[in-house]
């Protein structure tokens, strides 16, 4: 258990669906992140937020879509997704950037 | 934030120490060596972090060498849950944007 809930476990979806991934976090952490960890593929940074403001977009296409409306829930919209999105989504949080990041287990992200 | 290089993968015995080695050559007087783990189905797991004096914690020992550009994590007494992907990371210690630059990592399987 470490702190940061993801959900689904597991997403499959089509090209023309909308969905939404959540993260929540209970360890009173200011700074929120997602990650996306492709197969064969090292994790990669896709948005930083801190103090529910986005501080990094990491060239992230815009068929994502990141919310933070508080500092303990992140959540990633997706809209017209292409093939090459599947992957495991990650998401993190920290006291401050300066801070070890806590992951949750995240959401592995089927689209067809 | 500086590059690392460890080795693709390393076996280790069960009850035995696993030393991960990291180069980290180019690494600045202001960046922390830290170490983070994911085994298989799971978020990354940090497990310590150093700027240049050995440290120790529940998890593991962080041997950094007197010129910095090298580390070893030890795992004192490895156990089949210890199997994973170990990945070292180089960063400043103060003023970041958050982003953590996972590479290929070290994939350690401790066997029987």
């Known amino acids: 258990e470490t702190g940061v809930t993801q959900t689904p476990r597991h997403l499959v979806m089509g090209m023309t669906n909308k969905k939404s991934l959540k993260c929540e976090q209970h360890?009173?952490?200011?700074?929120m992140y997602w990650y996306k960890q492709s197969a064969k593929k090292p994790l990669e940074l896709m948005f930083v937020?801190?103090?529910?403001?986005?501080?990094e977009n990491n060239s992230v296409p815009s068929r994502f879509s990141p919310e933070c409306p508080n500092s303990s829930h992140l959540f990633l919209h997706l809209h017209t997704l292409q093939p090459e999105d599947s992957a495991l989504y990650l998401c993190?949080?920290?006291?401050?950037?300066?801070?070890?990041?806590?992951f949750g287990d995240g959401t592995r992200l089927s689209i067809l | 934030d500086a590059k690392t290089t460890q080795p693709t993968s390393m076996d280790c015995a069960e009850g035995r120490a696993a030393n991960l080695p990291c180069n980290h050559s180019?690494?600045?007087?202001?960046?922390?060596v830290y170490w983070y783990r994911q085994i298989h189905s799971q978020g990354p797991q940090y497990i310590i972090h150093?700027?240049?004096n050995n440290e120790t914690n529940e998890m593991a020992s962080l041997i950094i060498t007197e010129d910095r550009k090298s580390s070893t994590l030890i795992l004192p007494h490895a156990t089949l849950r210890d199997t994973a992907v170990y990945y070292c990371?180089?960063?400043?210690?103060?003023?970041?944007?958050?982003?953590?630059?996972f590479g290929q990592g070290t994939t350690l399987q401790v066997k029987p």
């Open positions: 360890l009173g952490h200011n700074a």
């Open positions: 937020y801190n103090f529910k403001e986005q501080t």
């Open positions: 180019t690494i600045s007087g202001n960046e922390y």
């Open positions: 990371i180089v960063r400043v210690s103060s003023g970041n944007t958050g982003k953590l630059i």
């Open positions: 993190a949080s920290s006291q401050n950037r300066d801070q070890p990041q806590h």
């Open positions: 150093g700027l240049k």
